[in-house]
T-cell receptor
Protein backbone atom coordinates (compact mmCIF):
# COMPACT_ATOMS: atom_id res chain seq x y z
CA UNK A 1 0.00 0.00 0.00
CA UNK A 2 1.18 3.49 -0.81
CA UNK A 3 2.39 5.61 2.10
CA UNK A 4 0.80 8.74 0.61
CA UNK A 5 -2.52 8.16 -1.16
CA UNK A 6 -4.30 10.67 -3.34
CA UNK A 7 -7.87 10.38 -4.56
CA UNK A 8 -9.08 10.62 -7.23
CA UNK A 9 -6.19 9.82 -9.59
CA UNK A 10 -7.93 11.48 -12.52
CA UNK A 11 -10.81 13.91 -12.70
CA UNK A 12 -12.49 15.76 -15.54
CA UNK A 13 -14.98 18.44 -14.61
CA UNK A 14 -16.57 21.63 -15.84
CA UNK A 15 -15.85 25.27 -15.16
CA UNK A 16 -17.57 26.53 -12.02
CA UNK A 17 -17.79 23.18 -10.26
CA UNK A 18 -16.50 22.63 -6.73
CA UNK A 19 -13.86 19.93 -6.52
CA UNK A 20 -12.13 18.27 -3.61
CA UNK A 21 -8.88 16.35 -3.84
CA UNK A 22 -8.02 14.15 -0.92
CA UNK A 23 -4.73 13.03 0.54
CA UNK A 24 -4.08 10.53 3.30
CA UNK A 25 -0.80 9.23 4.66
CA UNK A 26 0.41 6.39 6.83
CA UNK A 27 3.93 7.73 7.36
CA UNK A 28 3.10 9.44 10.64
CA UNK A 29 4.46 12.75 9.37
CA UNK A 30 3.21 16.02 10.78
CA UNK A 31 3.94 18.12 7.70
CA UNK A 32 1.78 17.96 4.60
CA UNK A 33 1.84 19.93 1.35
CA UNK A 34 -0.18 20.49 -1.80
CA UNK A 35 1.58 21.30 -5.08
CA UNK A 36 0.57 21.73 -8.67
CA UNK A 37 2.81 20.84 -11.59
CA UNK A 38 2.43 22.31 -15.07
CA UNK A 39 4.50 21.39 -18.13
CA UNK A 40 7.71 23.43 -18.26
CA UNK A 41 7.25 24.79 -14.76
CA UNK A 42 8.57 23.62 -11.44
CA UNK A 43 6.40 22.33 -8.66
CA UNK A 44 4.49 25.23 -7.14
CA UNK A 45 3.33 25.18 -3.56
CA UNK A 46 -0.37 25.85 -2.99
CA UNK A 47 -0.79 25.29 0.76
CA UNK A 48 1.08 23.56 3.54
CA UNK A 49 0.40 22.44 7.08
CA UNK A 50 2.88 21.65 9.83
CA UNK A 51 0.31 20.13 12.15
CA UNK A 52 -3.45 19.74 12.50
CA UNK A 53 -4.01 23.32 13.71
CA UNK A 54 -1.59 24.93 11.29
CA UNK A 55 -2.47 26.03 7.74
CA UNK A 56 -0.26 28.26 5.59
CA UNK A 57 -0.62 29.74 2.14
CA UNK A 58 1.96 28.88 -0.43
CA UNK A 59 3.06 30.61 -3.59
CA UNK A 60 -0.25 30.20 -5.48
CA UNK A 61 -3.10 29.83 -3.00
CA UNK A 62 -5.68 32.03 -4.78
CA UNK A 63 -8.66 29.97 -5.91
CA UNK A 64 -7.83 27.10 -3.55
CA UNK A 65 -8.62 26.17 0.04
CA UNK A 66 -7.50 23.32 2.28
CA UNK A 67 -8.60 21.40 5.33
CA UNK A 68 -6.41 19.38 7.68
CA UNK A 69 -8.93 16.97 9.13
CA UNK A 70 -6.42 14.89 11.06
CA UNK A 71 -2.69 14.31 11.16
CA UNK A 72 -3.09 11.82 8.34
CA UNK A 73 -5.52 13.73 6.11
CA UNK A 74 -5.14 16.93 4.11
CA UNK A 75 -7.66 17.88 1.44
CA UNK A 76 -7.51 20.52 -1.27
CA UNK A 77 -10.62 22.24 -2.62
CA UNK A 78 -11.23 24.29 -5.72
CA UNK A 79 -14.31 26.31 -4.85
CA UNK A 80 -15.19 27.25 -8.43
CA UNK A 81 -12.91 25.55 -10.90
CA UNK A 82 -11.54 27.40 -13.91
CA UNK A 83 -9.67 26.01 -16.94
CA UNK A 84 -6.26 27.37 -15.92
CA UNK A 85 -6.42 25.16 -12.85
CA UNK A 86 -5.99 22.19 -15.16
CA UNK A 87 -2.78 20.57 -13.89
CA UNK A 88 -1.20 17.62 -12.12
CA UNK A 89 -1.65 17.97 -8.37
CA UNK A 90 0.62 16.35 -5.82
CA UNK A 91 0.29 15.89 -2.10
CA UNK A 92 3.50 15.43 -0.12
CA UNK A 93 4.51 14.79 3.48
CA UNK A 94 7.69 15.24 5.46
CA UNK A 95 9.02 14.65 8.95
CA UNK A 96 9.61 17.64 11.22
CA UNK A 97 13.27 18.34 10.53
CA UNK A 98 13.87 20.75 7.65
CA UNK A 99 16.46 18.56 5.97
CA UNK A 100 14.10 15.63 5.67
CA UNK A 101 12.87 14.84 2.15
CA UNK A 102 9.29 15.20 1.06
CA UNK A 103 7.39 12.04 0.10
CA UNK A 104 4.88 12.42 -2.70
CA UNK A 105 1.61 10.78 -3.56
CA UNK A 106 1.02 9.50 -7.09
CA UNK A 107 -0.74 12.68 -8.13
CA UNK A 108 -4.19 13.70 -9.34
CA UNK A 109 -4.55 14.68 -12.96
CA UNK A 110 -7.27 17.33 -13.06
CA UNK A 111 -8.83 18.65 -16.27
CA UNK A 112 -11.30 21.51 -16.21
CA UNK A 113 -13.29 22.08 -19.35
CA UNK B 1 13.84 37.05 -6.50
CA UNK B 2 14.44 33.39 -5.92
CA UNK B 3 15.33 31.17 -8.83
CA UNK B 4 16.53 27.70 -9.69
CA UNK B 5 18.00 27.14 -13.15
CA UNK B 6 18.65 23.80 -14.79
CA UNK B 7 18.77 22.67 -18.43
CA UNK B 8 15.44 21.71 -19.94
CA UNK B 9 16.59 18.53 -21.62
CA UNK B 10 19.71 16.38 -21.99
CA UNK B 11 20.51 13.27 -23.99
CA UNK B 12 23.05 10.61 -23.07
CA UNK B 13 24.00 7.09 -24.09
CA UNK B 14 23.39 3.93 -22.11
CA UNK B 15 26.48 3.03 -20.09
CA UNK B 16 27.89 6.56 -20.18
CA UNK B 17 28.13 9.30 -17.53
CA UNK B 18 26.01 12.45 -17.45
CA UNK B 19 26.19 15.56 -15.28
CA UNK B 20 23.05 17.63 -14.70
CA UNK B 21 23.78 21.15 -13.47
CA UNK B 22 21.69 23.39 -11.25
CA UNK B 23 22.32 26.99 -10.23
CA UNK B 24 20.32 28.59 -7.48
CA UNK B 25 19.53 32.01 -6.12
CA UNK B 26 17.61 31.85 -2.88
CA UNK B 27 17.09 34.23 0.02
CA UNK B 28 19.28 32.39 2.47
CA UNK B 29 20.24 28.78 1.93
CA UNK B 30 19.54 25.66 3.96
CA UNK B 31 20.46 22.97 1.52
CA UNK B 32 19.66 21.57 -1.88
CA UNK B 33 17.64 18.51 -2.87
CA UNK B 34 17.61 16.38 -6.00
CA UNK B 35 14.57 14.32 -6.96
CA UNK B 36 13.88 11.92 -9.81
CA UNK B 37 10.51 11.94 -11.54
CA UNK B 38 9.52 9.37 -14.16
CA UNK B 39 6.90 10.54 -16.63
CA UNK B 40 3.45 10.61 -15.04
CA UNK B 41 4.76 9.52 -11.66
CA UNK B 42 5.57 11.11 -8.31
CA UNK B 43 8.97 12.69 -7.61
CA UNK B 44 11.22 10.52 -5.48
CA UNK B 45 14.08 11.73 -3.29
CA UNK B 46 17.65 11.23 -4.49
CA UNK B 47 19.92 13.42 -2.38
CA UNK B 48 20.32 16.33 -0.01
CA UNK B 49 23.44 18.51 0.24
CA UNK B 50 24.05 21.32 2.68
CA UNK B 51 27.85 21.29 2.91
CA UNK B 52 30.28 21.84 0.04
CA UNK B 53 31.54 18.75 -1.67
CA UNK B 54 30.54 15.54 -3.32
CA UNK B 55 28.23 12.93 -1.84
CA UNK B 56 28.09 9.55 -3.48
CA UNK B 57 25.23 7.06 -3.41
CA UNK B 58 25.89 4.14 -5.69
CA UNK B 59 25.68 5.23 -9.33
CA UNK B 60 24.41 8.68 -8.33
CA UNK B 61 26.48 11.48 -6.82
CA UNK B 62 25.56 15.05 -5.93
CA UNK B 63 27.91 18.02 -5.60
CA UNK B 64 27.42 21.40 -3.97
CA UNK B 65 29.37 24.65 -4.05
CA UNK B 66 27.71 27.19 -1.77
CA UNK B 67 30.05 30.01 -2.80
CA UNK B 68 29.07 29.55 -6.46
CA UNK B 69 25.38 28.79 -5.88
CA UNK B 70 25.88 25.63 -7.91
CA UNK B 71 25.09 21.96 -7.70
CA UNK B 72 25.24 19.01 -10.02
CA UNK B 73 23.90 15.50 -10.12
CA UNK B 74 26.24 12.93 -11.64
CA UNK B 75 24.81 9.69 -12.99
CA UNK B 76 27.24 6.90 -13.87
CA UNK B 77 26.78 3.69 -15.86
CA UNK B 78 23.55 5.00 -17.29
CA UNK B 79 20.68 2.57 -17.67
CA UNK B 80 17.54 2.95 -19.75
CA UNK B 81 15.50 3.17 -16.54
CA UNK B 82 17.36 6.40 -15.69
CA UNK B 83 15.31 8.15 -18.38
CA UNK B 84 13.34 10.60 -16.26
CA UNK B 85 13.18 14.21 -15.20
CA UNK B 86 15.57 15.34 -12.48
CA UNK B 87 14.35 18.12 -10.22
CA UNK B 88 16.63 20.46 -8.29
CA UNK B 89 15.14 22.26 -5.26
CA UNK B 90 16.76 24.76 -2.91
CA UNK B 91 15.71 25.28 0.70
CA UNK B 92 15.55 29.00 1.49
CA UNK B 93 15.95 30.89 4.77
CA UNK B 94 12.30 30.21 5.65
CA UNK B 95 12.83 26.50 5.00
CA UNK B 96 10.64 26.67 1.92
CA UNK B 97 11.58 24.58 -1.09
CA UNK B 98 12.14 26.49 -4.33
CA UNK B 99 11.83 24.09 -7.26
CA UNK B 100 13.49 24.14 -10.64
CA UNK B 101 11.47 23.18 -13.71
CA UNK B 102 13.39 19.92 -14.03
CA UNK B 103 15.79 18.44 -16.57
CA UNK B 104 14.39 15.74 -18.82
CA UNK B 105 17.08 13.12 -19.37
CA UNK B 106 16.77 10.93 -22.45
CA UNK B 107 18.90 7.78 -22.56
CA UNK B 108 19.66 6.27 -25.95
CA UNK B 109 20.86 2.69 -26.51
Amino acid sequence: DADVTQTPRNRITKTGKRIMLECSQTKGHDRMYWYRQDPGLGLRLIYYSFDVKDINKGEISDGYSVSRQAQAKFSLSLESAIPNQTALYFCATSAGEFNQPQHFGDGTRLSIL
Amino acid sequence: GQNIDQPTEMTATEGAIVQINCTYQTSGFNGLFWYQQHAGEAPTFLSYNVLDGLEEKGRFSSFLSRSKGYSYLLLKELQMKDSASYLCAGLDSNYQLIWGAGTKLIIKP
